[in-house]
């Protein structure tokens, strides 16, 4: 052994916070990623569904006309092939992985709009969809309750069965309001959204020695085969879901649906593989969306601008028998220094598919309601809106007193505020023009809880490369670059030499990539097992003589460019320490963060999520916050409204890596343009059924709806939230971006719209 | 243009035995067709024809047998086995399964595999040179982020490639506009205009 | 989708043979398969089951033609969208027509359709696309209209009925209209030539047909004659997102301006409001004689939406319309034209 010393402290090349360009880049650039129903099969049969073309009401038969005997069908399954053959199983709310109570193709009963009621089996995908089209079902169709305004809605107080949401009553709201200088009392609603990711809801499911193998997007591997498991009732063991990359999920992949229960029945029943491509609009009822709110919020201020109450009432939409709810009123209620506070959620049961998680769920609608309020507050105080939020900045939130463990808000405002050029704003509604166009100018607060949870990863090293093991998901995030970064970090390695192993729920668990918290619990249990290593290696050199490390202080000793060294810079060859312990050393990490209830890491791996951190947290309310501005501009004389210029400023404590951080963000920004300016599922009350199920009438923004979007980044470090200070970006852009447009367009328009979307139709008031 | 074999078409028309109207629908088939349709389904269904195609995609020529109501994508995807493009909608309402035909970019979805028999059909599996060396777009795209989840990212690339051939390049409102019918719910459009615009100079200068 | 089948033609009078020797063997479910962007589309939805499909593609080496010439512009009916609205002659000479191609779907799906195929292009009503709804008399003649009291946010107000509001999507419709474009068609008795504007039937009184073609007749060739309104021209759509979006309300308007300013002949086609392809010969007589000034513009937008009829999602449609139109005509007389007065 050469014993050495190097003075000079090492690099590591795209460790933490580098700007690393996506590791898997190359791979989705030249169509090499496999995503779910890229996977090879041999011999597959074709399933294609019929979904139901009533929401409420039985089925009295199903005519299968010619629909058998066309060639290429092979089996033709109805709930009378499919009836006990699944267990109900647990919601997320629940502590289990599903979404809904709703079990399909298990009686008559049709209870929302496209449940599935057959699944043709086939050859081919062109006979399926075929013979699909050829049944005819009779129905005894009852009249659906479909949404506000309906009557025969369900009303439930939303705490009722969410043991763990709570109202909230702090001071006498209604007493300072009427005592208010300012108010505002204004309602507002948003519309149902569907996840829409442009990869569709695919299964491929086949069975071999009795073990089943799953190829399906998820956003939460170990959930998908549990769940599955437990409505299939086998052993989980005998489960496998293999997803490594997924098509865009935003929530919609997380829950188990029956829809791969299903189609692994049919792979049973058939003896082979059996391949799903769901249609685009089956994709509206067979999974879940963001359901339609409504709010009335009330805020009183005193004439120095001081918030002095809020009140904000809100009613969410859900099925019959689920009581999900988002219930966005933790973090209103939470966003400002307001000493009187009341907040009410109500459900409202409707006939329809049950909603579920949606990119930031509650803090998108509830945000919206709050931050458009707030706005209305500024022009009644006749205050500068950035203003009003400053004098108001909470570090102690005001309904369990607790402290915020970072809280930059104002310094997003500033650093946002000053790139926008917001100094420079004429408040007069109606100000600017620009030839045929109104221009107007609006902001916002962007506001997303800092979740983690327990988290396994297996890692391993030799004296050449890593491996990072986790059943963790690429849904776009960056995920598989920035767990190469953590380990390159604590490995002292170059990012390039490691490889990160994912998309099976095989390798060791990992939580649903929701609430935007994978970043933080996947990374740090990465570092808690590159920690392990080091202390391995470590452990091993300080104890052989014949090591240059020999009787050191093994704490001291850090892993860097190849090296094993201390620090003063003596160091043994990475090969040489690695040597003594068989050429590499592998562990299985698993972190579980204190702010998760004991246990969760054990939980885990029979799939019982627990986060922990967010408004949730016993000590600290933990969150990551920004501000948005917007400019749109809004067509004098046929109202269409274009957003032109976007800048929004972020603090989420460590930013993992620059690129992927950006893009993220950036991405949530757009997605608050969609919901202020085009996303809305539409629904015909008389049937409680989405109408504009497609892609070309359900609208996202385009390339050409979009301009160059400012990103910037605010430096923070808090070592509270866990302990690389990782917050998580993921939903946090589009949280307030609605308002933000909203806010802008009225001071282009000097209209006020407070229900979403913005339509040309709801500009048009007054004369040309 | 591919000559279609004789016997391969009359053997649908053969089938047919059904004789009473004679309207026939121009191009996308008129509403005298659709009534007629709907009125009409015929008493003996026709039977799904599995037929032998040969294609060209990426240089080569690929021999299965298909269904006729296979589309350009689903062949690509199920028949030959490229499945880097992609199906987000299969009624031409995304662009994820945008391919070239004979150099033009189109939707895979929306075309009958039967129809691009002799024609030249390049998929983002083909894009790259021989040796992998990526193309400057795919290059671009990966430099500046242009892509999350990587699902459009295919039509995407495939899509800007013959947007600068065009010569809808000129500027980034041109390319904002030309790349609409790509839908990325990621939304990475800002970053795909910038990846456009470096790739045009480097495939302008090459 | 239905099985179907399939043959390729190289020549029109071959096609519109193996078309009807197609129709005669299946109950007149025979189709043209042209671009495919439409009738593919519907196929896969069950809206549209043809039985045998005639491959016109190739016919594009002989009806692909562009030309514009001192007669005016013509267009072989496989002509591509895409090439028609890039080609150099037709931005200069017929900018309404350029624009309203440039302006629909995408740059794909206007590499693919031809422009024959692209006037007979369906509604976007949900209710037609749709067949798991029951009522539909566009599908399913007597079966009633599920728009009238549904989800009609898209719907026309003018030219429907109690059987039908479905709009007709299509832009360059209206451009066609607007210059009095003919349409060259060949049947199994041999050729005609008919007006663009008696091509579809103007209002929805059965709704389940939508244009005077004859069993078997095959469009060949498109033509807009020449004439002094046709350069000064234009095209504004109003939509939800920016691009790839059907109109919600649209204007095709060609003027020709006296050095007096006086309107001489004014062009005015009017898209997303109506049943079909509309042309607004009322607006038009209003401007005729008159200076195109913000009064006149309101006036003739006014009388071009006259009769509106709303079913209620679709309220705002005759107010957006009429400044759709009002934008478009101010637009169009200020627009620079190389050599016009």
């Known amino acids: 052994m050469s014993t050495t010393t190097d003075p000079n402290p090492p690099i590591i090349q795209g460790g933490i916070g580098a700007a690393v360009k996506r590791i898997d880049g190359p791979l989705k650039v030249t169509g090499g990623a496999k995503y779910a129903s890229d996977m090879a099969v041999t011999n597959p049969a074709y399933a294609y569904f019929h979904t139901s073309a009533i929401a409420l009401g039985t089925i009295i038969d199903i005519d299968e006309g010619d629909a058998r005997a066309l060639p290429g069908v092979i089996d033709i399954m109805t709930w009378h092939s499919v009836k006990g053959q699944l267990n109900p199983i647990k919601t997320f709310s629940e502590g289990g992985t599903g979404g809904t109570k709703i079990l399909m193709m298990q009686g008559p009963e049709i209870r929302h709009d496209g449940e599935i009621i057959a699944v043709i089996l086939a050859e081919t995908y062109e006979a399926a969809r075929d013979a699909s089209h050829r049944l005819t079902v009779r129905y005894e169709e009852r009249d659906p309750v479909a949404t506000f305004g309906d009557e025969g809605l369900v009303a439930e107080d939303a705490t009722l069965k969410n043991a763990m949401f709570k109202n909230v009553q702090v001071g006498d709201a209604d007493a300072a309001l009427s005592m208010a200088f300012a108010k505002v009392d204004q309602r507002y609603s948003t519309p149902p959204h569907h996840h829409n990711p442009i990869e569709l809801f695919t299964t491929t499911a086949f069975w071999q020695n009795g073990e089943l193998t799953i190829y399906e997007p998820s956003q939460y591997m170990v959930g998908t085969q549990h769940g599955v498991a437990e409505m299939l009732g086998i052993d989980p063991a005998r489960v496998r879901v293999i997803s490594h990359y997924v098509g865009g999920a935003f929530g919609s992949k997380a829950s188990v649906t029956d829809r791969t229960a299903i189609v692994a029945l049919a792979a049973k029943r058939l003896n082979r593989p059996v391949k799903l491509v769901a249609t685009r609009d089956q994709g509206f009822t067979i999974a879940t969306y963001r359901a339609e709110t409504q709010h009335r919020v009330k805020l009183g201020a005193s004439e120095d601008g001081k918030i002095t109450a809020l009140i904000h009432e809100a009613d969410e939409v859900s099925s019959q028998p689920d009581s999900y709810k988002v219930g966005g009123t933790d973090m209103t209620t939470r966003m400002y220094a307001i000493p009187n506070i009341t907040s009410k959620v109500t459900i409202q049961h409707a006939d329809r598919n049950t909603p579920g998680f949606m990119r930031a769920p509650a803090e998108v609608p509830y945000m919206f309601a709050l931050e458009s309020a707030v706005d209305e507050l500024a022009y009644a105080l006749n205050m500068d809106p950035v203003e009003l939020r400053r004098i108001n900045d909470a570090q102690v939130e005001p309904v369990g007193g607790l402290p915020y463990s970072s809280r930059s808000l104002n310094e997003c405002y500033a650093t946002a505020a000053a790139a926008f050029g917001w100094s420079g704003r004429n408040p007069e509604p109606m100000s600017t023009v620009d030839g045929d166009w109104q221009v107007g100018w609006g902001c916002a607060t962007a506001c997303y809880p800092a979740n983690i949870a327990a988290c396994f990863a297996r890692v391993t090293l030799t004296a050449t490369d890593a491996m990072v093991e986790v059943a963790g998901h690429e849904i776009g995030t960056g995920a598989y670059t920035i767990y190469a970064q953590t380990a390159a970090d604590r490995l002292g390695m170059p990012v390039d030499r490691v490889s990160v192993l994912m998309g099976d729920s095989r390798l060791p668990p990992a939580p649903v990539a929701g609430g935007s918290n994978n970043a933080a619990s996947i990374s740090n249990a990465v570092a808690v097992g590159c920690a392990m290593v080091r202390d391995q290696v470590a452990a091993a050199a300080v104890a052989d003589p014949e090591s240059p490390l020999s009787g050191r202080d093994p704490a001291k000793l850090t892993l860097a460019d190849g090296t094993l060294r201390d620090t003063d810079g003596t160091f043994e060859p990475l090969a040489d320490a690695l040597a003594r312990l068989g050429g590499a050393v592998e562990v299985l990490g698993g972190n579980e963060p204190d702010s998760v209830k004991l246990g969760s890491l054990a939980g885990l791996r029979s799939a019982k999520l627990a986060f922990g951190g967010g408004f949730a947290d016993p000590k600290k309310v933990k969150a990551s916050f920004g501000a948005e501005f917007v400019e749109v501009r ?84 808090d070592r509270d939230v866990n302990p690389l200070g990782i917050k998580g970006v993921g939903e946090l852009g589009g949280v307030g971006t609605d308002a933000a447009v909203c806010n802008a367009i009225y001071h282009a328009t000097g209209i006020r719209i407070r229900d979403l979307p913005v339509r040309i139709e709801k500009l048009l008031t007054g004369a040309v | 243009m591919t000559k279609q074999d004789d016997d391969t078409i ?171 019918g790509n839908l990325c719910r990621c939304a990475a459009y800002p970053n795909i205009v910038a990846a456009v615009s470096q790739a045009k100079t480097q495939m302008q200068r090459t | 989708m239905r099985p179907f089948s399939y043959q390729q033609s190289t020549d029109p009078s071959q096609a519109v043979q193996a078309g009807m020797a197609g129709d005669a063997a299946s109950a007149g479910t025979t189709a043209y398969l042209a671009g495919g962007t439409s009738l593919l589309d519907l196929m896969k939805l069950d809206v549209l089951r043809p039985q045998n499909l005639i491959d016109i593609n190739p016919l594009h080496a002989t009806h692909g033609e562009i030309t514009v010439s001192a007669t005016g512009l013509r267009l072989g009916a496989l002509a591509r969208m895409a090439d028609i609205a890039d080609n150099a002659d037709v931005l200069r000479d017929y900018p309404v027509v350029a624009q309203s191609l440039q302006l629909a779907a995408s740059a794909q799906l206007r590499n693919m359709a031809s422009i024959g195929g692209n006037l007979l292009q369906r509604t976007r009503c949900s209710y037609y696309r749709d067949t798991s709804y029951a009522a539909c008399n566009k599908r399913i003649p007597g079966s009633g209209c599920a728009a009238m009291d549904g989800v009609n946010r898209i719907h026309a107000v003018l030219g429907v009925t109690d059987k039908c509001i479905a709009s007709y999507p299509g832009d360059f419709a209206q451009a066609m209209i607007a210059l009095d474009g003919q349409v060259e068609l060949l049947g199994p008795n041999g050729k005609r030539s008919i007006p663009f504007a008696q091509l579809h039937l103007q209002a929805a009184v059965s709704p389940e047909v939508e244009t005077t073609l004859r069993p078997g007749e095959l469009i060949i060739a498109l033509t807009i004659p020449a004439g002094p309104h046709t350069a000064r021209s234009g095209y504004i759509k109003v939509r939800d997102r920016q691009s790839y979006a059907f109109a919600i309300a649209s204007a095709a308007v060609a003027l020709d301006i006296g050095a007096d300013g006086i309107v001489r002949d004014a062009r005015i086609g009017l898209g997303g409001i109506h049943y079909a392809p509309y042309r607004a010969t009322a607006a038009e007589a209003v401007l005729r004689g008159r200076a195109l000034d913000d009064a006149s513009a309101t006036e003739a937008a006014t009388a071009a939406l006259q009769g509106a009829v709303t079913h209620g999602h679709n309220d705002y449609k005759p107010e957006l319309a009429r400044r759709t139109l009002i934008r478009a005509l101010i637009h169009v007389r200020d627009m620079p034209v190389a050599g016009a007065n």
């Not at chain 1, 504009?692 to 923070?716: C, G, K, R, S, T």
């Not at chain 2, 994820?96 to 004979?102: G, L, S």
């Open chain 2, 10 to 180: 009359r053997g649908g028309l053969k089938r047919r035995s059904f004789l009473q109207f004679g309207a026939i629908a121009p191009f996308g088939a008129t509403a005298l067709l659709a009534a007629r349709a709907q009125a009409q389904t015929p008493t003996v269904p026709a039977a799904a024809a599995d037929m032998p195609l040969v294609l060209r995609v990426n240089g080569q020529s690929h021999s299965f047998v298909a269904d006729v109501r296979t589309t350009l994508l689903d062949a690509l995807r199920d028949k030959i086995g490229l499945t880097g493009s992609k199906k987000g909608c299969d009624h031409g309402q995304c662009g994820a399964c945008t391919v070239h035909v004979d150099g033009r970019r189109v939707l895979g979805c929306l075309t009958l595999a039967i129809s691009v028999q002799g024609k030249e059909v390049t998929t983002i599996e083909g894009l790259a040179a021989q040796d992998g060396t990526l193309h400057p777009m795919q290059t671009a795209f990966i430099e500046h982020d242009a892509f999350q989840c990587g699902y459009c990212t295919s039509g995407q690339i495939m899509s800007a490639v013959a947007l600068v051939q065009e010569g809808h390049a000129e500027s980034d409102d041109d390319i904002r506009e030309y790349m609409s």
């Open chain 1, 634 to 717: 809004v067509h004098r004389l046929t109202r269409e409204v274009r957003v032109s210029r976007m800048v929004g400023a972020f603090a989420a404590g460590t930013i993992m890596n620059p690129i992927t951080a950006r893009s993220q963000l950036m991405g949530g920004m757009i997605w608050g343009v969609s919901s202020a300016l085009h996303e809305a599922t539409e629904i015909d009350p008389r049937y409680a059924r989405y109408t504009n199920d497609n892609l070309a009438e359900y609208l996202i923004p385009v390339n050409a709806d979009i301009p160059n979007v400012d990103v910037l980044f605010v430096a923070e470090t």
